[in-house]
Structure formats: C-alpha cells, structure tokens
C-alpha cells in the first residue's frame, strides 16, 4: 500500500496559477504523481483556501467556475470531514509545537486520515509533527 501524502494549499496553488514560474510546473508534477499512485489527500480547509487564493489572490485569478470545477475533481482526495476532535487536535498541536492554529488544523486533518507526509512551504522541511513528515517540494 502506498503511503498517503497530505497536500497543503499553497502547493495546490502554484499547480493551477501558471504565473508561480518553476514551482507551477514542479507542483504540477507532484500531484501528478500523486494522482497515479493514488497516494494524495486533503481536506475541505484546503480546498476552501485554494479556492479564494485562485480566484482572488493570484496574479491572474481563475474563474470561480473553473476553480469550482477544480475543487469538485479534487473531492475524492478528502477522506475525512474536519470535526469537533480535529479542532481540538489542531489546538493541542498548536500548544505542542508551537505551531500557527491554521497550520495545526492542517497537520490534524493529515494525521486523522493516516498520512505519512505533509507537502507544504508553510512548515520547515524534514520536521516531524505528529508522527507526519513535512516536506517541502521546491527546497
């Protein structure tokens, strides 16, 4: 069984903003990849945040109907709904590793579906949080 491979935001981002320069293309080799081994994952907090940065926040936005379109193609990558518990998770990481609430929410939603790996620029790559490799793809 392939490990599963949780995929932040911004990594997301530079796949669908084709003014990122190289880290488009490397974004979009890596969740290319991702797709075939059927290793990828996220959650709805993600995908919330790759809307309104595409559609708002880029360059050239994408249009919202585009960017919903891409958000739909990605729903099977979300393999749990964030809860009560992943909150409180969040909040406990948040205090144990001196981490950001949002990026917390991320590391708990990536441990609650058993991810191995963390793909983000957000966190500092090769560090462990909860048992979850982060990894930055473009260092």
């Given at each position: 069984?392939?490990?599963?491979?949780?995929?932040?935001?911004?990594?997301?981002?530079?796949?669908?903003?084709?003014?990122?320069?190289?880290?488009?293309?490397?974004?979009?080799?890596?969740?290319?990849?991702?797709?075939?081994?059927?290793?990828?994952?996220l959650?709805?907090?993600?995908?919330?945040?790759?809307?309104?940065?595409?559609?708002?926040?880029?360059?050239?936005?994408?249009?919202?109907?585009?960017a919903?379109?891409?958000?739909?193609?990605?729903?099977?990558?979300?393999?749990?709904?964030?809860?009560?518990?992943?909150?409180?998770?969040?909040?406990?990481?948040?205090?144990?590793?001196?981490?950001?609430?949002?990026?917390s929410?991320?590391?708990?939603?990536?441990?609650?579906?058993?991810?191995?790996?963390?793909?983000?620029?957000?966190?500092?790559?090769?560090?462990?949080?909860?048992?979850?490799?982060?990894?930055?793809?473009?260092?």
């Open positions: 069984m392939t490990a599963k491979v949780f995929v932040d935001s911004n990594i997301l981002i530079y796949a669908h903003d084709k003014d990122a320069g190289s880290k488009h293309q490397q974004a979009v080799d890596g969740l290319s990849e991702l797709w075939e081994s059927h290793a990828g994952c959650s709805t907090q993600v995908l919330q945040e790759f809307y309104v940065n595409v559609t708002q926040k880029v360059k050239k936005p994408l249009r919202r109907g585009l919903r379109e891409i958000v739909r193609n990605y729903s099977p990558w979300v393999e749990a709904a964030i809860t009560v518990e992943t909150v409180v998770r969040a909040a406990e990481i948040a205090e144990i590793w001196q981490l950001s609430f949002w990026d929410m991320i590391v708990a939603a990536a441990e609650e579906v058993g991810a191995a790996e963390l793909l983000t620029e957000d966190l500092n790559s090769g560090q462990v949080i909860a048992a979850i490799r982060v990894v930055n793809p473009f260092v």
